[in-house]
């Protein structure tokens, strides 16, 4: 019996030896997390080691506060926070100069990132802080002014990866980034699961996911707040060798934006299909669930069900008119945005717009102060939607007059003016509506016109 005790013993002074082995405390590398000091180089010594001897948990330790400036990630890491542990970007606007997209540098630097990294996961109930305000101007009413910029914005990027496989990111709060949060760049096999990504609501920019030429992904179970959408699915230009965007799940998430809190494109230069969003919660937001097709690629095969929106109007600094659902295809146009010369194909003088096509949207109750638009430059580019048991609770809650439906980003004027309809279509074809509904009770009765109004439009099914 005392044999058998001894030899367990053992085995299992074995095991802790060997977990131990395979876990690097950031501490035991330099980091002093006072929250002052600059811990990047002994976190980044502690990443390259974890890697290099096979892979591992890099740990941050509970009750510490690791300030650090940029971080680069490594294959068959774990980054591990453990309870009341913070890792909070540097304020110094100086140390960030790698570019979020490449050789354009007009939309941001980068904090975290990894690039051609694998089998890599972020764990534990930690934090992970972009110290966002501290990149921002001053305060307005509704947003934070942005800081003039020149030839690039120093403004960091919470999470970047980029051509990264088989990732797992669950269970953190990552919180206040100054920019977009987590961006996949051509990404296969990502699971992100039961995170809280909440974001300042008066900072521009600050997306929460995008989804960018990545395939494979779910999302499941998230708290999502932030100033702009929430979840994007998108194809940037200066990432096109990665190819399309596709095979995305997102499920049982909650959601609120000052933009649009789901949301396909802008921008969008190659085809993004197989899609699904579903059981999620939209609360608060300016506009509910969104395709925005401004470039030349497609969206097609995509299905929204058993959602709950809320919608209500908010100030021109923020895209959108409470619009619960939005569904367009208008060129971009010409601009002196800082990153103009990004938007269109090399050479081209202006821009072309994609077909929309085969969205569905399924058991979706709508509280918001305007109604659906639908809507494209030509006949027929936008064709073969289809509406089942969709509800619109119109509600005006805000002191905001409405009557307007938002275009941008797209050639001529960006506001179109109307009433409220159940359902704007403009040029749109092949529209199938199957127990549709609005209640207006208590909403002005001059800003409400009716369940539809259809503007050049072709072959609308409305079923019994």
């Not at 980044?44 to 001897?53: G, L, M, R, V």
């Not at 972020?122 to 307005?140: K, P, Q, Y």
């Not at 609501?201 to 990545?214: E, T």
């Not at 994609?354 to 659906?372: P, Q, Y």
Request: charged residues 25%; glycine residues 10%; hydrophobic residues 35%.
């Amino acid at each position: 019996m005392k044999i058998r005790n001894f030899v367990a013993l053992a085995l299992l002074a074995l095991i802790v030896s060997a977990c131990k082995e395979s876990d690097y405390n950031v501490m035991r590398f330099g980091a002093k997390g006072d929250g002052i000091t600059d811990d990047a180089a002994a976190i980044q010594k502690a990443i390259d080691e974890c890697s290099e001897n096979g892979g591992g948990s890099v740990i941050f330790p509970s009750a510490k506060t690791f300030m650090s400036g940029p971080i680069h990630l490594r294959s068959n890491v774990n980054l591990h926070f453990s309870p009341n542990a913070r890792l909070i970007a540097n304020p110094d606007e100086g140390i960030y100069s790698e570019s979020a997209f490449g050789d354009n540098r007009g939309e941001g630097m980068m904090w975290i990132s990894g690039k051609d990294i694998e089998n890599f996961s972020i764990s534990g109930t930690g934090i992970i802080d972009g110290n966002g305000v501290a990149f921002m101007g001053e305060e307005l009413d509704d947003s934070y002014e942005l800081k003039p910029v020149t030839d690039f914005d120093p403004r960091p990027h919470l999470l970047t990866l980029v051509n990264a496989r088989k990732v797992n990111i669950s269970d953190v709060t990552i919180c206040n980034s100054a920019y977009w949060t987590i961006h996949l760049v051509g990404c296969y096999d990502v699971a992100i699961n039961h995170i809280s990504l909440l974001n300042n609501l008066k900072i521009r920019n600050g997306d929460g996911i995008d989804v960018d030429h990545s395939r494979k992904v779910r999302i499941t179970g998230c708290f999502i707040e932030s100033g702009d959408d929430c979840i994007c699915l998108k194809n940037r230009r200066e990432y096109e060798e990665y190819g399309s965007c596709h095979d995305i799940v997102v499920t049982n998430c909650i959601m609120t934006s000052r933009s649009c809190a789901v949301k396909i494109g802008s921008e969008n230069m190659d085809s993004i299909y197989r899609v699904l969003f579903d059981n999620c919660i939209i609360t608060d937001s300016n506009r509910g669930i969104g395709i925005q097709n401004r470039d030349e690629g497609t969206v097609s095969d995509v299905t929204f069900s058993n959602m709950i929106v809320g919608c209500h109007l908010f100030s021109d600094v923020w895209w959108g008119k409470s619009e619960p659902i939005y569904v367009t295809s208008y060129p971009r146009a010409v601009g002196n945005h800082k990153d103009a010369g990004w938007r269109f194909p090399k050479g081209a003088k202006e821009g072309k717009c994609g077909e929309v096509s085969d969205i569905r949207f399924l058991n979706i109750t709508c509280k918001t102060e305007n109604g659906i638009f639908l809507g494209c430059d030509t006949p027929g580019k936008v064709n073969d939607l289809y509406f089942d048991n969709v509800i619109l609770d119109l509600v005006k809650e805000t002191d905001y007059e409405g009557g307007v439906y938002d275009k941008r980003p797209c050639v001529g004027e960006g506001f179109a003016q109307a009433p409220v309809y159940g359902i704007l279509g403009e040029n749109v074809s092949g529209i199938t509506i199957g127990n549709f509904k609005v209640k207006d009770y208590g909403f002005p009765s001059d800003r409400y016109e009716g369940l539809f109004k259809w503007e050049n439009c072709t072959d609308i099914n409305l079923l019994k």
